[in-house]
């Protein structure tokens, strides 16, 4: 009891956290789990700072991988270099092949000139800009297709007889495609019709054909005045702008005789009419090309055989036959009597067809019988036709 009396104080404190007491035994036992765990919560703060470190270095590392200057290694990688550096190494190669390349082109031996089979060098646009090569005669199709450019020289026709022309070598590019014959090509008017027989009177359109296969070169005539109506033999093709000429038949069904040099085509002088009276309007003269404009060749001759008299003749376009205030004088000749008569003049040039073979003519005419204009042809000019330098 005297031990008890001793300890009152302590007594007495305890009794003031008794309530306490019981929450404290609770919690003894995780009182060495706490401790694990403050345990590991130091290590891990330790390891996050390890880790921060090491993510600082990757990102000076990354640096020294991206801008390191040219030709400084990057520290402890073993001798391995920055983008940067490669950058200027690949700059410095491409501006020394560039170079060497120009050089290269610079020095070459020239070539006087270029042929099919020449090669050229492009980045293909339609494969990853893979470089790939083409001939110089893919470039001239390209150019022709892209500009629709349709054009030859040669193939000119020439009159052999009533049933027979020859068409001479030539080239060109029809539709982006290239013709080409080496020697002239004699034909029948027989061989050379796409369809039917031969028909008196008629114009024949003439084409080079193409066979699709190897690029050979024919020819074809037709009535139809356009490619798309050619009548084509299996395995060939007309296209745009391969119309080479023109072949007239007579009453007979036979050729008209004509001589060629480029598009001007020349025959015999041909009556057209004649007029002792006045006269004026469209009319076809006797074997021109009906189906397609030409520039027909024209003469006129006129007459008169007494005093008072007058005659003027005129042949002009078809499109005079529009003009409101009379017709642009392509063609003009003009008698008239007065104290040297009889009187006699001629004139010649040449006056553009309609589609339909028409040109426009006038004739004044004041006196007898005697007074006469006379309108002959003699040829024309085929504008149309793509050949070039004729």
Known sequence: MLALSDKGAAIEAVAAVAQY???????????????????????????????????????NLSTAYANNPEDVQIPGSGGLFSSFHWYRKTLALYDSVAAGIAGMFHSSAAKADITDSDEFAIADSADGWALKKVLASSVVKYVCIATGFDFF?????????????????????????????????????????????VQPSRTYFLYAIRKASDGTTDFVMSLSASEAGVTKPAGWECLSGSRVGLILTNSSGNVVPFWQTGNEVNTDTYAWFTANANVQGLAIPSNIPVGLSVDVSVQIDTVVAAPGQDC???????????????????????????????????????????????????????????????????????????????
Request: net charge positive; aromatic share 8%; charged share 15%.
């Open 153 to 197: 020289t040669g193939f000119i026709p020439a009159y052999v007889g009533a049933s027979s022309v020859t068409i001479g070598p030539g080239m060109g590019f029809f539709g982006g495609k290239k013709h080409q014959a080496a020697i002239a090509t004699a034909k029948t008017l027989v061989q050379l019709l796409d369809t039917g027989s």
């Open 21 to 59: 007491l019981e929450t404290v035994a609770g919690i003894a036992d995780d009182i060495p789990a706490v401790a694990d765990l403050t345990q590991i919560a130091g290590q891990k703060a330790n390891e996050a700072a390890q880790s921060a470190a090491a993510a600082n270095a990757s990102a």
């Open 312 to 390: 003027i003749g005129i042949v002009s376009d078809a499109a005079a036959a529009n003009y409101t205030t009379g017709a642009a004088h392509q063609v003009r000749c003009r008698s008239r009597s007065g104290n040297d008569y009889p009187d006699q003049s001629a004139a010649a040039g040449k006056a553009r067809s309609n589609v339909n073979g028409q040109l426009w003519r006038y004739a004044a005419v004041t006196g007898a019988a005697a007074c006469l204009a006379s309108f002959f042809v003699c040829g024309w000019h085929d504008y149309t036709c793509k050949r070039l330098f004729a």
